[in-house]
């Protein structure tokens, strides 16, 4: 048996003004044939999953490409056909079989729906293809992807710490299929909820309780996977929302009850998946009020895991201002300030316009850089590999990579986009974080996976950005309407 294994992977958002070309492909890794299987065989990814499974059975295995990006705007047409392409003319050399690890929010140049315009072209060449695919808890589910696969599934956890658990799930139900065991029939359906990511943690309500019924029906006889999808609401396109899809052994009336189940408790529950905000300057004040750290203050609304510049300085202007004391900062996306501080050397003092390079104008804001002074106390290249529950064995590029010391405040200043999901953040520049009294994040969830274990409180900042979870500031013009909460609407 040949299988075809292979990773294409982006979580856009069409409000980011930082496009997906092939060199934000090539900066996080993209690898192709040989180089993919190495690059991710033995990780904790859904493709690492995969590799194991297809190799208990013997199977030849080809891996054309592995790549994903950090999110940002739209993929260009070039990077979408590189990739795709790959995949595509193997299958044109023929394969028995197909496992994918895909995200569900890919936007391109090329197409609105980048995973179900591949979907289609793969079955296009072979129409009665076996696929099985992975896709992220912020998948926007489309038709496409439905009708031209075989089975699928998304991760049960924010943050992703289950990849390699779903991609054996769902790799295995493939074999189980080309075996003769089961028969899969999909269900599937969205509601009209536009929830924002803030809210879509899995260890919190409401998402924790859509969890524990897809755990509960995959319990059920005859049901072999259930997923609820939180969406992203930050690619504005027709079907971006919570939707739910569920795989069941030959028994459709079975998924579709199982489905509808799981999307009612969605809808109920729809008021919980919408964030309220704080003024940026109480919730500091908050922060400098706490006695014991570390405390994560999260600069969610310009988190690079979720399409943002890296470089807005609202919130750590605001620390500044207040005067915060022992705090790190990761991380700041200003490749030209880290080329002066590589010019004057560790241990010089710098004063540098940071951050605020990048223009946002899908919400009418300017780049407005912080003028600071500091020491320039570490310079590397930015390269590690995470050791943490999420990326697993993963090597991350940071980019040429520096640490600006300014005597209250340690900012990690990097010039590729990472978020901060892992420890390495600092740990790889020296910064112990579990002796800071504050750990500014730009991230949302993600966080978790890394930092968790060491707050002793955490705090939303609600700064700019192009991932605010303020509706109020995005013009939306292609997502279905009606839909909660720019339309409040009482009937799902």
Request: proline share 5%.
């Amino acid at each position: 048996m040949r299988i075809l294994i292979a990773m294409m992977k982006h979580e856009t958002n069409t409000f980011s003004p930082i496009p997906a070309d092939w060199q934000r492909f090539a900066d996080w890794g993209a690898h192709f044939g040989e180089d993919a299987r190495k690059a991710y065989e033995g990780t904790a990814m859904p493709m690492g999953a995969y590799i194991e499974l297809a190799k208990s059975i013997g199977a030849e295995i080809v891996t054309p490409v592995a790549a994903e990006a950090m999110p940002s705007g739209l993929v260009t047409k070039e990077a979408y056909e590189k990739l795709s392409n790959a995949i595509l003319d193997e299958v044109r050399n023929g394969v028995d079989a197909a496992m994918l690890d895909l995200h569900g929010a890919m936007v391109s140049e090329v197409t609105p729906d980048g995973e179900g315009t591949l979907l289609e072209r793969m079955r296009e060449i072979d129409p009665d293809l076996p696929i099985a695919v992975t896709l992220d808890l912020h998948c926007n589910l489309t038709d496409r992807m439905m009708e031209n696969c075989t089975t699928l599934i998304g991760y049960k956890t924010y943050p992703h710490v289950d990849m390699y658990e779903v991609g054996t799930q769902i790799g295995q139900a493939l074999l189980d299929t080309l075996d003769g065991k089961i028969n899969p029939v999909m269900s599937w359906g969205n509601i009209p909820l536009l929830s924002q990511t803030l809210c879509q943690g899995t260890d919190d309500e409401p998402m924790a309780t859509l969890i524990r019924l897809c755990k509960e029906a995959e319990t059920e006889e005859g049901i072999i996977a259930a997923t609820a999808f939180g969406g992203f609401a930050l690619a504005d396109i027709k079907q971006a929302g919570n939707s739910v899809i569920v795989v069941a052994d030959g028994d459709q009336a079975k998924a579709d009850a199982v489905r509808d189940r799981i999307l009612a408790a969605a809808w109920e529950r729809r008021e919980d998946f919408i964030y309220k905000h704080t003024p940026l300057v109480d919730r500091v004040a908050e922060a400098k009020a706490i006695e014991e750290g570390p405390v994560i203050l999260l600069d969610h609304a310009d988190n690079c895991g979720s399409g943002g510049t890296q470089d807005v300085m609202t919130v750590i202007a605001e620390i500044h201002r207040q005067g915060l004391e022992d705090v790190a900062v990761g991380a700041v996306w200003d490749p030209g300030a880290v080329k002066e501080m590589q010019k004057a050397g560790v241990g010089s003092k710098v004063t540098l316009k940071l951050g605020g390079k990048l223009d946002m104008p899908s919400i009418n804001e300017v780049g407005e850089p912080l003028e600071i002074t500091g020491t320039v106390k570490v310079l590397t290249n930015g390269e590690w590999t995470v050791h943490g529950p999420m990326y697993t064995g993963v090597k991350v590029f940071m980019g040429p990579t520096a640490v600006l010391d300014t005597g209250k405040m340690e900012i990690v200043i990097v010039s590729n986009h990472h978020e901060p999901w892992d420890q390495g953040v600092f740990t790889s520049v020296g910064i112990q974080p579990e002796h800071k009294k504050y750990l500014v994040l730009k991230s949302r969830i993600h966080y978790r996976a890394g930092f968790a274990k060491l707050a002793k409180a955490t705090l939303t900042l609600d700064g700019k950005g192009v991932t605010t979870s303020d509706n109020t500031l995005l013009d939306y013009k292609n997502v279905r309407r009606p839909i909660y909460p720019l339309d409040l609407i009482n009937e799902a």
